[in-house]
């Protein structure tokens, strides 16, 4: 599953963009990586692992903005077509997995 965090978050005064910037730190140590401008993405292993995830982040919730999270199968992932201009690209792949017995 892929779980996408997109949010729009004011930063209009020195508080809310320091709000704005913890909020965007704390998804990329949760290992969320930007794919668009506020729109980040991070490979969960399985809907459990995602809803976990999406706990953690509400926690995390920055005072004012919006913050919408969606989980997506990695088969409605894939269905995904990325243009960059008028060219087609190919979207991020699956990370590879460590598995430990």
Same mark, same amino acid.
């Given at each position: 599953m ?5 949010f ?8 809310s963009?320091?709000s ?11 290992? =969320?990586?930007?794919?668009q401008?506020?729109?980040y ?5 399985? #809907?459990?692992?995602?809803? &976990? ?8 919730l920055p ?5 919408r999270l969606?989980?997506?199968t990695?088969r409605? =992932?894939a269905?995904?077509k990325v ?7 190919a979207? #991020?792949?699956?990370?590879? &997995?460590?598995l430990?017995?």
């Amino acid at each position: 599953m892929w779980l996408f965090a997109m949010f729009d978050l004011p930063v209009t005064d020195r508080e809310s963009r320091r709000s704005y910037a913890k909020f965007r730190k704390y998804l990329l140590n949760e290992g =969320f990586h930007m794919i668009q401008f506020s729109i980040y993405i991070r490979f969960c292993e399985n #809907e459990k692992s995602s809803n &976990q995830f999406r706990q953690r982040i509400e926690q995390q919730l920055p005072p004012s903005g919006e913050v919408r999270l969606i989980s997506v199968t990695d088969r409605q =992932f894939a269905k995904m077509k990325v243009f960059f201009g008028k060219k087609a690209i190919a979207s #991020e792949s699956v990370p590879d &997995q460590l598995l430990l017995f």
